[in-house]
Nanobody
Framework: QLQACGGGLVQAGGSLRLSCAAS????????MGWFRQAPGKEREFVAA????????HYADPVRGRFTISRDNAKNTAYLQMNSLRPEDTAVYYC?????????????????WGQGTLVTVSS
């Protein structure tokens, strides 16, 4: 029900925009989040946005470089990633949570997308 796309190979300093399209239900009342998982590491929180888009929260490593947004009319969330670094290389997952206002923990999320690979070369 969540489909993430937009990943790819980019050079350090470049930009990518990930999209997370929802289907099967309306996610306009859900908080949305992005997580990432690098090889050999645990899945970690990246960013979250509340149901209206009025509040956002970022992990320290991406704050100031990444921007999370959403378009409820399109049932889609986005992650704009600028000034990418090799350490941003990971599979990026989008997720939706129907209860919390701005969830940052994995176990708060009810729905998950399949992930999209972002590779940043140095």
């Amino acid at each position: 029900q969540l489909q993430a796309c937009g990943g790819g190979l980019v050079q350090a300093g470049g930009s990518l925009r990930l999209s997370c399209a929802a289907s099967g239900r309306t996610f306009s009342s859900y908080a949305m989040g992005w997580f990432r998982q690098a090889p050999g590491k645990e899945r970690e929180f990246v960013a979250a946005i509340n149901w209206s888009g009025g509040s956002t929260h970022y992990a320290d490593p991406v704050r100031g470089r990444f921007t999370i947004s959403r378009d409820n009319a399109k049932n889609t969330a986005y992650l704009q990633m600028n000034s990418l670094r090799p350490e941003d290389t990971a599979v990026y997952y989008c997720a939706a949570d129907r209860r919390a206002y701005l969830p940052i923990r994995r176990n708060q999320y009810d729905y998950w997308g399949q992930g999209t690979l972002v590779t940043v070369s140095s």
